[in-house]
């Protein structure tokens, strides 16, 4: 019976989308599941898949708004 | 001082409802809040009730998004 | 397909007990099920339920640990 | 590598404002990343927050959604 | 930046194991960091996997807890 | 009303201490209600807040177990 709850940023990934596609959502959902149903033997009806989509501003990494620390780590030479 | 988070698809019940209702909501919030009451002696002002409502595209039951994993199910003899 | 999530601190209610017991967790189980099948029509067998008891330090209220919280309250006048 | 999530009703709390602004949020998260880091010796990189924005009619307290619940303890004499 | 929450009850899969291994934890969080490497281009140390093993007694399915709710199901003529 | 969510791994940042304390656990709830007081504006006694231990091996980062990820990064030289 297991949940699983997928937090990402709401951004597209596809040229011109600006989140994640319903086909992105239903492969996440699939892999999911069968990863439950591989590695822990669990049915895949009986596993729930919720995926949040979270608004850049919203989400916070490095002490920074998620986009303001990206443009950081972009710049920053290692 | 209990938490409860009601997680539910962006539905209507009611015909003609995109979603769910404020005054579904309304009683979903009573209705859980004297639950804890009841059971477990919570004063009702010492619980929080969050309803998050889930786009069907982003909720996955049986490895598949929800309404087609639904239709599927509509389908199949039993 | 809701699911729902009832945190509440590890604690008896019942004289001797210290933490929730599994009849009442059994009651809670029911009756936030019911309460979807009420008021959304929501199936039982289709409602998920987690309870997470969470340790009394780890509870925050009013800046403090919950205890702490509880004990100042009951000093206040009011 | 901590998570924090912080949940709060979709309001304004500056004039105009329905909502929480981009300025306040990237206060939380750096107030908060900073907090664990002072408090636990956590890194700001390896923190993650999330703002979750609840609208009022999907929050409950007291058993009532938000607004009522503030409504009736404004008019209680105490 | 994702972040990726597994819940699943605390029981074994593997004779003789009452929880969720380490080895199968593993394969988990590698199996779902390749997955949004895979369908949303995140690196994979960009994502962040939390694993909550939840006590059957605390898991409900059907009004029921989890235990019960599977001995009914499986004397359920279909 | 809001609900402050913090995970961590459960581990000591004290010289043998094997998990946050309790008065590091009160440090981050005060910290982070006053956080939401000065930010946001919201009072003390409406913020919840809830510590979540995770053990390492339920934690994952990099696509591995968070200790073992932490190795692996400790010996790639930068």
Known sequence: MPIVTIQVTREGTKPGAKSVTAEEKAQLIM???KLLLDVLNKPLESTFVV???????????GGL??????????????
């Open 31 to 33: 892999g999911v599941s």
């Open 51 to 61: 995926i949040e989509e979270v608004d850049t501003d919203n989400w916070g990494w």
């Open 65 to 78: 708004p998620a986009l303001e620390y990206r443009r950081q780590r972009a710049q920053t030479p290692r």
